[in-house]
């Protein structure tokens, strides 16, 4: 068991389907990468987007009995940003922590730190899972820092400078009667 997974973490190869029952069963560890030709909803998303996706995922049973699968997901990918529409590379590095079930009735007991995943199959998409994932990780409104930003000097121009309605009250004050 133990060479087994050991070969499963130096294979460069991932599988296209995983059993999270059966993973969670041995305990098994998977790690590698995915390329990301296939992820046509990722592509969509984003401006651009690296060839792979770097991934592991652990497998186990918590103790309560329930699957968990955690791991982390590493991709590149280029996005746009909202202030100046340019384009802006992101490191995205996306903690999973997910547990797996087969049955509606249990999703209300899974713990919250769980993320649930129903599914009527005993077999998941591996690429299918990490795309949905990285999808999840987005950022919704993507900006540069804002002093690195192309547009920050015009953001800078266009800011509204108004007075404080309150300070007229300020002067108010200061008068002597």
């Keep these: 068991m133990r060479i087994a997974?050991?070969?499963?973490?130096?294979?460069?190869?991932?599988?296209?389907?995983?059993?999270?029952?059966?993973?969670?069963?041995?305990?098994?560890t998977l790690a590698g990468n995915l390329a990301t030709a296939e992820m046509s909803r990722l592509r969509a998303a984003v401006e651009e987007c690296g060839d792979k996706v770097r991934i592991r995922l652990d497998c186990r049973r918590d103790?309560?009995?329930?699957?968990v699968i955690s791991g982390e997901v590493d991709v590149e990918i280029t996005l746009r940003c909202q202030r100046c529409l340019e384009p802006l590379p992101v490191h995205l590095q996306q903690s999973i922590r997910i547990g797996w079930v087969t049955d509606a009735s249990v999703l209300q007991r899974l713990p919250e730190a769980l993320e649930p995943l129903l599914s009527e199959s005993t077999r998941l998409a591996l690429a299918t899972l990490i795309e949905d994932e990285i999808l999840l990780g987005l950022p919704m409104a993507p900006l540069h820092d804002a002093k690195a930003c192309p547009a920050a000097e015009l953001v800078e121009e266009l800011k509204p400078h108004r007075e404080s309605p309150f300070a007229v009250l300020k002067d108010l004050k200061l008068k002597k009667p």
């Design 5 to 28: 997974t050991l070969a499963r973490l130096m294979s460069p190869d991932l599988p296209q389907f995983i059993e999270p029952a059966r993973l969670a069963a041995t305990g098994e």
């Design 63 to 67: 103790e309560q009995g329930y699957i």
